[in-house]
T-cell receptor, first 111, second 114 residues
Framework: GESVGLHLPTLSVQEGDNSIINCAYSNSASDYFIWYKQESGKGPQFIIDIRSNMDKRQGQRVTVLLNKTVKHLSLQIAATQPGDSAVYFCAERNTGNQFYFGTGTSLTVIP | ETGVTQTPRHLVMGMTNKKSLKCEQHLGHNAMYWYKQSAKKPLELMFVYNFKEQTENNSVPSRFSPECPNSSHLFLHLHTLQPEDSALYLC?????????????FGPGTRLTVT
């Protein structure tokens, strides 16, 4: 089976600092990756995605980096704000349209 | 609002009850999913429907029975559940082709089995 893991279960950052959340995946055939944010009492919310033929993609305040050599994915959040406090999940998609999620990293932003 | 709705939001049921969870999407997607989310565990993919056809059943016990009557509606029928089935059940939908396979999630149904 596939496994998606996160390096750290919790992360605390000062407001205004940059945050980096890491993720490791095991299936080199996965062709698509997503980062989700989940706030308490809500379902996961899409942040940014990246296809396997790319190594970097930028959104508003967020950047996803993909290193296929070491099967590593990271999410960078610039100028972290209190509203960014949530659990962040990475997910990989295989060619059968099956998605596998990591355990999640809980991000806490300290005002 | 993500365009995916789930009812009920909360459900408490005994082990001998039969209940159903409902999911509806208004996004024109052609794939729908059921996930189970337990504390401190990754989201577990339970069922996948592509174009109303079930394509995945990740060794889910038969006490969970999915139904997808059309591309906008998805049900999860529950019977004779166990206390360890208590969890948040999330429905999601997505396109099957195009530039993004982003899954849109509903708010989930918090299920407690007593």
């Amino acid at each position: 089976g596939e496994s998606v893991g996160l390096h750290l279960p919790t992360l605390s950052v000062q407001e205004g600092d940059n945050s980096i959340i890491n993720c490791a995946y095991s299936n080199s055939a996965s062709d698509y990756f997503i980062w989700y944010k989940q706030e308490s009492g809500k379902g996961p919310q899409f942040i940014i995605d990246i296809r396997s033929n790319m190594d970097k993609r930028q959104g508003q305040r967020v950047t996803v980096l993909l290193n296929k050599t070491v099967k590593h994915l990271s999410l960078q959040i610039a100028a972290t704000q209190p509203g960014d406090s949530a659990v962040y999940f990475c997910a990989e998609r295989n060619t059968g349209n099956q998605f596998y999620f990591g355990t999640g990293t809980s991000l806490t932003v300290i005002p | 609002e993500t365009g995916v709705t789930q009812t009920p939001r909360h459900l408490v049921m005994g082990m001998t009850n039969k209940k159903s969870l409902k999911c509806e999407q208004h996004l024109g997607h052609n794939a729908m999913y059921w996930y189970k989310q337990s504390a401190k565990k990754p989201l577990e993919l339970m069922f996948v429907y592509n174009f109303k056809e079930q394509t995945e059943n990740n060794s889910v016990p038969s006490r969970f029975s999915p139904e997808c009557p059309n591309s906008s509606h998805l049900f999860l029928h529950l019977h004779t559940l166990q206390p360890e089935d208590s969890a948040l059940y999330l429905c999601a939908s997505s396109h099957l082709a195009g530039s993004s396979y982003e899954q849109y999630f509903g708010p989930g149904t918090r299920l407690t089995v007593t």
